[in-house]
C-alpha cells in the first residue's frame, strides 16, 4: 500500500468516527509508562496493531458503506456523483455516468474525501 493510499484510508476513517492515538511516555508519581500507538474504532474497541481500519481504497465493500451516509440525500449524492465523475475524468480522459458504476475503491476514495472537502 502506497503512502497516499494509507493517508487517504486514514482520513476517510477518522470521517466514518476512527480516532487515532500516537504513543507517548507519561510519567505517573516516579514511574515513566510508554503507552503504545492505537487505534480507536467508532463504537469504542481498541486496536493496537497497525492499520486496524477498513482499507478504502482497495475495498469496494468498505467504500460502499462508506457512500451509504451520502446516499440519503438526494442533493449529496449528486454532488459525492460530480467528485467521482470527476475524479474517473481526470484518470481517464473523458468522463460518463455509466463510469461511476464500475469506479474503483480508490477512485471512490478520492471523491469521497474531495465530497467531504478534504485531500490525502
Not at 487515532?20 to 492505537?38: M, N, T, W, Y
Not at 467508532?42 to 457512500?67: F, I
Not at 440519503?72 to 460530480?82: F, M, P, T, V
Request: glycine share 6%; net charge negative; hydrophobic share 30%.
Amino acid at each position: 500500500m502506497s503512502t497516499k493510499d494509507r493517508l487517504t484510508d486514514i482520513a476517510i476513517a477518522e470521517l466514518r468516527g476512527w480516532k487515532f492515538h500516537k504513543s507517548e511516555d507519561v510519567q505517573r508519581g516516579h514511574v515513566s509508562i510508554a503507552l503504545p500507538e492505537c487505534s480507536t474504532d467508532p463504537q469504542g474497541n481498541v486496536y493496537y496493531e497497525d492499520d486496524p481500519w477498513p482499507k478504502y481504497t482497495s475495498d469496494l465493500n468498505a467504500m460502499h458503506e462508506a457512500e451509504q451516509e451520502i446516499y440519503g440525500d438526494e442533493c449529496d449524492a449528486e454532488r459525492y456523483e460530480d467528485h467521482l465523475l470527476n475524479v474517473i475524468s481526470e484518470q481517464l480522459g473523458y468522463g460518463a455516468a455509466y463510469l461511476i458504476v464500475n469506479a474503483t475503491a480508490k477512485q471512490r476514495a478520492k471523491a469521497f474525501l474531495r465530497y467531504h472537502g478534504k485531500e490525502a
